[in-house]
């Protein structure tokens, strides 16, 4: 089984902090994903990274691919309470998806 | 495009019915996979789709099945339900992407359906 371990599992911040998201694994993936889902509804995909060592800035985050494409990271600035949620992390080998335990995000004002 | 749509989004059904999801992928997917979401277990694949036939498949109970039609909607079924199948049910749709010398499949998902079981 390809796991993909997220941390922190809860995280709880105050506005305008900065934060980072780690998601590992044992094994190497293709591509990997990550999402934000708000309570009752379906996680939105924010990004695919696909190479070794990229990086992807969306705003005011940005993630990064591992060299060896087996981990990533997703760094917040400025965190916003709209930033909220449960954050996932997927990995994708062929046609076949793996995702992480989680980090529940909460902003606080 | 339209987006993954998912029907019921919410259900309530009682212990021993059966239930049946609905799931119309992003138009050209031809993939379609089912999750099943709970606060403690989080995010557990169900099974997984291509052009009507099971391609994949998760560590879930035969009470738990699903199918795919020719135009890539899907359906998934749960018999004789328990208590502790409720949770957030998720269909996700998948294409493989090839912006250049790499390709890789992008998943999306549906809004997802709640099902309580009393």
């Known amino acids: 089984t390809q796991l993909l371990e997220q941390s922190p599992q809860f995280l709880s911040i105050q506005e305008g902090e900065n934060l980072t998201v780690y998601c590992n694994s044992s094994?190497?993936?293709?591509?990997l994903q990550w999402y934000r889902q708000e309570p009752g509804e379906g996680p939105v995909l924010l990004v695919t990274v696909v190479t070794g060592g990229e990086v992807k800035k969306l705003k005011r985050l940005t993630f990064q691919f591992g060299d060896a494409r087996k981990d990533s990271s997703l760094h917040i600035t400025a965190a916003q309470p709209g930033d909220t949620g449960l954050y996932l992390c997927?990995?994708?080998?062929?046609?076949?998806?793996?995702f992480g335990t989680g980090t529940s995000l909460t902003v606080i004002p | 495009k339209a987006g993954v749509t998912q029907t019921p989004r919410y259900l309530i059904k009682t212990r021993g019915q059966q239930v049946t999801l609905s799931c119309s992928p992003i138009s050209g997917h031809r993939s379609v996979s089912w999750y099943q979401q709970t606060p403690g277990q989080g995010l557990q694949f169900l099974f997984e789709y291509f052009s009507e036939t099971q391609r994949n498949k998760g560590n879930f109970p035969g009470r738990f099945s699903g199918r795919q039609f020719s135009n890539s909607r899907s359906e998934m079924n749960v018999s004789t339900l328990e208590l502790g199948d409720s949770a957030l049910y998720l269909c996700?749709?998948?294409?493989?992407?090839?912006?250049?010398?790499?390709?890789?499949?992008?998943?999306?998902f549906g809004p997802g359906t709640r099902l309580t079981v009393l």
């Open positions: 996700a749709s998948s294409s493989l992407q090839s912006p250049g010398l790499v390709s890789f499949n992008e998943q999306f």
């Open positions: 997927a990995g994708n080998t062929g046609n076949q998806f793996y």
């Open positions: 094994s190497v993936f293709s591509s």
